[in-house]
């Protein structure tokens, strides 16, 4: 069964940094690429990062680069999103997603990390 | 960038059809997912590559794609349906992916 379990969220004052993490199994972790995607409260899913398999190619939105950078160790089938600089706006859930069969189709997703930016 | 564009919210009898559209530019030349997302709950996979089902979505949820439209369509609705829905595509030229705004399937 494919499981992927998000860490590392929590409270952080503006400017703060956060490093979260997602656990991978069931899955040749090294084979597939690899997202994160947040959500505001009530608002839609927001597109972050994606990382292919081997990590070679690594793409950000346009909101977060500079800020965010995701990362991946297939050795320890962990997938990961440093926050820096954080603000207010960044407050959300915050998951990640594997593609399957085919480009950014997000197959399985974590259950999520709350991120909350404030003073 | 690329914008995708749902309605904010759709309204559905139980056993009616529900239409879900997403609207860009050309996205007929796009391969377009749809993700239902349920309070509280991550996001699920419910159509991929514009017409394609992941194992275990039933078969009512359906799609399609054409000039600048591409639709979900989710025939006899049922009160379990009642869930944001949201479009997505990958972005070739920008390397984005790139969501749509969610429709909210309101089943009455």
Same mark, same amino acid.
């Given at each position: 069964e494919v499981q992927l379990v998000e860490s590392g969220g929590g409270l952080v004052k503006p400017g703060g940094s956060l490093r979260l993490s997602c656990a991978a199994s069931? #899955? +040749? #972790?090294?084979?597939d690429n690899m997202n994160w995607v947040r959500q505001a409260p009530g608002k839609g899913l927001e597109w972050l990062s994606s990382i292919s398999g081997s990590g070679t190619f690594i793409f950000h939105a346009d909101s977060v680069k500079g800020r965010f950078t995701i990362s991946r160790d297939n050795a320890k089938n962990s997938l990961y999103l440093q926050l820096n600089s954080?603000? =207010?706006? +960044?407050t959300a859930v915050y998951y990640c997603a594997r593609d399957v069969?085919?480009? =950014? =189709?997000?197959?399985n997703w974590g259950q999520g990390t709350l991120v909350t930016v404030s003073s | 960038s690329y914008v995708l564009t749902q309605p904010p919210s759709v309204s559905v009898a139980p056993g009616q059809t529900a239409r879900i559209t997403c609207g860009g530019d050309? *996205? $007929?030349s796009e391969s377009v997912h749809w993700y239902q997302q349920k309070p509280g709950q991550a996001p699920v996979l419910v &159509?991929? /590559?514009d017409t394609d089902r992941p194992s275990g *979505?039933? $078969? %009512?949820f359906s799609g399609s794609n054409s000039g600048n439209t591409a639709t979900l369509t989710i025939s %006899? &609705? $049922?009160?379990? /349906?009642e869930a944001d829905y949201y479009c997505q595509v990958w972005d070739s030229s920008s390397h984005h992916v790139v969501f749509g705004g969610g429709t909210k399937l309101t089943v009455l």
């Open positions: 069931g #899955f +040749d #972790f090294s084979k954080l603000r =207010a706006e +960044d069969v085919t480009m =950014a =189709a997000h197959g | 050309n *996205i $007929e &159509v991929y /590559d *979505i039933p $078969e %009512r %006899r &609705v $049922e009160a379990g /349906d």
